[in-house]
């Protein structure tokens, strides 16, 4: 008898035990004498279930989960009898409900294989840009609507064509893998589970501004994620995907990774360019743009994996089959993680216009304390706090400007009533103060005063004056900082601020009486 089955090798998998898994599964086949083929492939994002066993069958595949390695004779014995059996997995509401375009591979390739990605449609957007040619293929990705994935939510291809206009010279591909926000894993799904799909997002767009080298920025907490593209990158060299001459055309294109210790503002894009450089991880003032001058001094396109990630499929399926999901100005999907105190966490790649709510109630399931959700921080940690108020709000980057907050990396960390909200102002600004790079004072000097400060307003010392006084802080950070670092950081503080107000000083009463 011979049967095939599915284990990710994904982080988020091997942290809970997936290995194990595996290698009881081949202990037990062997010991059988079943003829058992073990795939490993990356996570199909449904943490809660992880390690998942999915089992090909006629019918699809069938899963179980979360799986030890002690059930592994019983769930053998009893197949689809077995209580960790999940049923079709396509047929699951988590998975069934999602508009996966940008992880459409993920957990369901094998990652390590060239041949299995091209199976499942990959490089068919570069062999569409290469048929159209760099214009045609920036035009695309602009009639896409794509908006960097990163935080800012610039337009990616505008950013393209900027690049693309200067003049002829050297030019560089830069994928921003650094993945610093608080709840967010998104980038980490990708290298680990659909590598191959970010390479060619990164060679279309050396092709199409011109550019014929590029860096993956990684930082240096992601093992598997280095170990993965490393071998992405090996098998599409041999397969002449990337260097001279790749896919029998006449561009050249390759690229390397580069580990980034992990400081936060390294994340920045200019910072991480210095560190590229060799440099400390310090922010350069704008202008100009990296898209003028970049790395090495030259036109650089920077962009997070996401948006690098979403373009073979633009370009395989058509920028306008792309622009066609979403609302408003936040067009085709947004793969977001959901985390913290979450019943169901993990990754859920829907349309833009989603409400705060639904994710949070209806697909995260609500808290995995069984208490009542009472903020969710979105964005990562310059992202507002949002309460039960606030989440009919759609998941669109102009609705939640609206609302004093943004979405970031599109991650949400959950709260529930046990969260003291001062604390997490606090937090916010001495997370601040840790990571400044300290190029202005706004930022070096205000994240310390701003934890002084909440520190003097919990305490009940001169809470009104100071609480005054935070304000004015707040609104110098956010309009006199060099970057988004120190000028972000007013709005968890403000949001705590806004919407938790009970929490702060003299009004610590719901929290004292909750104890
Ligand atoms: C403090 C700070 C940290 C950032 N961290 C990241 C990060 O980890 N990953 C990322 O892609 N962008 C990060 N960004 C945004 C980048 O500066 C930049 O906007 C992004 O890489 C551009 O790519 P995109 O247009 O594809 O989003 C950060 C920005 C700031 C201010
Ligand atoms: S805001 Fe903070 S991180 Fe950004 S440049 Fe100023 S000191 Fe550096």
Redesign the pocket.
Known sequence: MSARIYISRDSGALCVGAEEVASAFRKVADKRGLDLEIVRTGSRGMYWLEPLVEVATDKGRVGYGPVKPEDVEALLDQGGQHPLCLGPVEDMPWLKNQTRLTFKNCGIIDPRSLEDYQAHGGYQGLAHALEIGPKATVEEVITSGLR?????G?P?GI?WRTVADTPPQQKYIVC?A????SGTFADRMIMEGDPFGLIEGMTIAGIAVGAAYGYIYIRSEYPDAIEAMEIAIVEARKGGMLGRGIAGSAYDFDLEIRTGAGA??C???TSLLESLEGKRGEVRAKPPLPAHIGLFGKPTV????L?LASVPNIMARGGAFYRDFGMGKSRGTMPIQLAGNIKHGGLYETAFGITLGALVDDIGGGTRSGRPVRAVQVGGPLGAYFPRELFDTPFDYEAFTAADGLIG?GGIVVFDDSVDMAKQARFAMEFCAIESCGKCTPCRIGSARGVELVDKIVAGEDAAENLLVLEDLCNTMKFGSL???GGFTPYPVISALTHFPEDFGAKRKRLEAAE
Request: some cysteine; hydrophobic content about 25%.
């Open positions: 960097g994935r990163g935080g800012a610039f990616t950013k921003n650094d993945e610093g926000d936060y503002v994340g920045e894009e920077i962009n997070n994996v948006s990396h970057c988004a670092l």
